[in-house]
C-alpha cells in the first residue's frame, strides 16, 4: 500500500490525478501538467515534497562524520544555515544518494535525502555514524513544501511575521533559516530548490502543512504535480536519483565532478571519505562513461531507455521529456567517453538525429545559449 503525506486529502480536494512514486501516493498534475510547468517558469508553483526525509545528525563530531560520509567537503559549510549539495557514495564509486546537507551548529547538521532511498539511506548513515558516536534522528513530524518561480519568494516571506521577513528576504543561495509565519509557527526556510527557478523549500510541522499550503494557494501560488516538477528539474539539468544516476554510477559519469571534493586534512593528508580511492582511480584512467545532453529538432519525444548511437558507441537515454519551455525533446543519456560525433537515437527503429548539448537547457525561464 502507498504511504501518504499529510497533504493527500488536500490533492485529491483539488482534483489532482494521483500515482504511485517510490511507494507514495503523490499528485502528477492538477489539471494540466503544461500548465503547471509554465506557471512556475512565470510566476509562483508549489509542490508537495514531504515525502522526502529530513534527517538530524547531532554529536560533537558530526562534522568529522560528514567529511568521512560524503564526496563533497563540508568544510566548506562555517555559517550557520548554509546549505551544500553532494552525493554519498558506496566504496565502488557509486551514488547511494545525493542530499543536501544543512550546517545549523557544530553538533548540528541537517540532511534532505530522497524518498524513495529512506530506508537504505538511513541504514547506511546509522551504521557509517557508530565510529564517530553521531547521533541520527530521522524526523517524520515533518512536512516540505516546495515553492518555486521568479515570484515565489515574495509569496513566502508575506506568509511570516514582520520580524522575519527581511532575514528571509536577504536569504542567499543555498542557505536557510528558521522563521516564524503570522500565525506563529516555526519553520524551516530554505532558498533551494529543484526547478531551475529561484524560491524557496519550507519544512514545517506535519500539523501546520496543510494550513500553510492553503495559505500559499490563497496568496495566488498554484498547486503543481510530479509531472512539472520532472520536465523542469530536466530543463534545470538536475539528475533524478534513480534514473540519472544510481549505485552503478559515479558522480564523474553522472556529469557531478563539480559535487566531488579530494580535499585534504589540516595536515595536507588526503581527506578519507568513502568512495574516494575508487573515485581517485577512476579519475587516473579515466571514465569510461559520460553524461551528455541532448535535443532532437524533429518532431517526437526522447523517453528513458532508448538506443543512442554515437561516434564513441553505443549508450542510451536516461530522462527524456518534451520542454514546455524550448518546445523540443530534450534528454540526458550516458555514452561511452570520448567524441560523440553524430548522434543519433533508435525511436522505434528509426534513427533520429539529435544535438548534443550543454546543460542546463533553461536557466530562470532563459533558453541557454546553443540549445
Not at 501516493?25 to 512556475?40: A, K, L, N, R, T
Not at 530548490?193 to 524557496?200: N, R
Not at 523542469?232 to 536519483?241: D, I, P, Q, S, V
Not at 530522462?319 to 519551455?325: A, D, M, R
Request: proline letters at 4%; a negative charge; zero cysteines.
Amino acid at each position: 500500500m502507498s504511504q501518504k503525506t499529510v497533504l493527500n486529502d488536500t490533492h485529491r480536494a483539488l482534483g489532482a490525478k494521483m500515482v504511485d512514486f517510490g511507494g507514495w501516493d503523490m499528485p502528477i498534475h492538477y489539471g494540466s501538467q503544461i500548465d503547471e510547468h509554465h506557471f512556475v517558469r512565470r510566476d509562483a508553483g508549489m509542490f508537495d515534497v514531504s515525502h522526502m526525509t529530513v534527517v538530524d545528525l547531532t554529536g560533537a563530531r558530526t562534522r568529522a562524520f560528514l567529511r568521512h560520509l560524503v564526496a563533497n567537503s563540508v568544510d566548506k559549510l562555517q555559517k550557520p544555515g548554509k546549505a551544500l549539495y553532494t552525493t554519498m557514495l558506496n566504496p565502488q564509486g557509486g551514488v547511494i544518494d545525493d542530499l543536501i546537507v544543512y550546517f545549523m551548529s557544530e553538533d548540528w547538521f541537517r540532511l534532505v535525502v530522497n524518498a524513495a532511498t529512506r530506508e537504505k539511506d538511513v541504514a547506511w548513515i546509522t551504521v557509517q555514524a557508530g565510529a564517530f558516536g553521531v547521533e541520527v534522528r530521522e524526523r517524520p513530524e515533518f512536512g516540505m513544501v516546495a515553492v518555486q518561480g521568479p515570484n515565489a519568494r515574495a509569496r513566502v516571506i508575506g506568509l511570516l511575521r514582520e520580524e522575519d521577513r527581511a532575514p528571509v528576504s536577504k536569504l542567499a543561495r543555498f542557505a536557510a533559516r528558521e522563521a516564524r509565519t503570522t500565525d506563529g509557527v516555526e519553520v524551516f526556510v530554505a532558498r533551494t530548490g529543484y526547478t531551475g527557478e529561484d524560491g524557496f523549500e519550507v519544512i514545517v510541522p506535519e500539523a501546520q502543512t496543510v494550513a500553510f499550503w492553503n495559505a500559499l494557494l490563497a496568496a495566488g501560488v498554484k498547486p503543481a504535480g510530479l509531472g512539472a516538477r520532472d520536465t523542469l528539474r530536466l530543463e534545470a539539468g538536475m539528475n533524478l536519483y534513480g534514473q540519472d544516476m544510481d549505485e552503478t554510477v559515479s558522480p564523474f559519469e553522472a556529469a557531478l565532478a563539480w559535487t566531488v571534493a579530494l580535499d585534504g586534512d589540516a595536515d595536507g593528508a588526503p581527506r578519507e571519505f568513502v568512495g574516494r580511492a575508487a573515485l581517485e582511480a577512476q579519475q587516473a584512467a579515466g571514465s569510461a562513461r559520460q553524461m551528455v545532453g541532448l535535443v532532437m529538432d524533429e518532431k517526437g519525444v526522447l523517453r528513458h531507455g532508448q538506443k543512442v548511437l554515437a561516434a564513441s558507441g553505443e549508450g542510451e537515454i536516461l530522462s527524456g521529456t518534451f520542454s514546455p519551455t524550448i518546445g523540443k525533446a530534450i534528454a540526458f543519456a550516458r555514452i561511452p567517453a570520448g567524441d560523440p560525433g553524430e548522434v543519433r537515437v533508435d525511436i522505434r527503429g528509426r534513427e533520429v538525429p539529435v544535438r548534443v548539448v550543454k546543460f542546463p537547457f533553461v536557466r530562470d525561464n532563459i533558453v541557454q545559449p546553443g540549445i
